[in-house]
């Protein structure tokens, strides 16, 4: 059973501070890694793919990947109220069609 | 900017009943899918489809689901004889390659089962 697993928080940072998401897998041979950012009541909405080791920035978000560790994490930079979601994270498995997603870690974003 | 469409936002259903929903995917992709998510759970697979046939499905997407195309631009899921338990969020989702791209969601549709 390939598992994607998250701290579902509350995560509570203040605003314009760095917030900081993680989440572990647990297939060795999962190839793509997503983190989509859910409203209450929306649908997933995509914020970030990576695909190799290293660091990826796109904007105040910046995603890392380290494959040795099974470990994924989304750094948001000068959080905003506006942030204030649920962040999934995702993986697919090289050679499979589907992504699984962990349960979310709920951020929260005090003015 | 392109969007995946659902029809409709919210449907609610007799237990037995079945119900079709449907997803209008963004035009230049090949790769759909549908996804539930039932309230405060995780979001799960159930199926992909590509070139007109299921490419992979999970072990909730059993007899009682099916998917078609039955045109150009629409992609439906048919749930038969819908149980309580089958309420949920339904996202249809896109993409332009293989589940390993970035796959767009629909905004869902929410099924109660009464």
């Known amino acids: 059973q390939k598992e994607v697993e998250q701290n579902s928080g509350p995560l509570s940072v203040p605003e314009g501070a760095i917030a900081s998401l993680n989440c572990t897998y647990s297939d060795r041979g999962s190839q793509s890694f997503f983190w989509y950012r859910q409203y209450s009541g929306k649908s997933p909405e995509l914020i970030m793919s990576i695909y190799s080791n290293g660091d990826k920035e796109d904007g105040r978000f910046t995603a890392q990947l380290n494959k040795a560790s099974q470990y994924v994490s989304l750094l948001i930079r000068d959080s905003q109220p506006s942030d204030s979601a649920t962040y999934l994270c995702a993986v697919n498995s090289g050679g499979y069609q589907k992504v699984t997603f962990g349960i979310g870690t709920k951020l929260q974003v005090i003015p | ?114």
Not at chain 2, 16 to 21: A, D, M, P, T
Not at chain 2, 46 to 66: A, G, M, P, R, T
Request: with cysteine; proline share 4%.
């Open chain 2, 1 to 114: 900017e392109p969007e995946v469409t659902q029809t409709p936002s919210h449907q609610v259903t007799q237990m037995g009943q079945e119900v079709i929903l449907r997803c209008v995917p963004i035009s230049n992709h090949l790769y759909f899918y549908w996804y539930r998510q039932i309230l405060g759970q995780k979001v799960e697979f159930l199926v992909s489809f590509y070139n007109n046939e299921i490419s992979e499905k999970s072990e909730i997407f059993d007899d009682q689901f099916s998917v078609e195309r039955p045109d150009g631009s629409n992609f439906t899921l048919k749930i038969r004889s819908t149980k309580l338990e089958d309420s949920a969020m339904y996202f249809c989702a896109s993409s332009v390659e293989q589940g390993g791209t970035e796959a767009f969601f629909g905004q869902g549709t929410r099924l109660t089962v009464v």
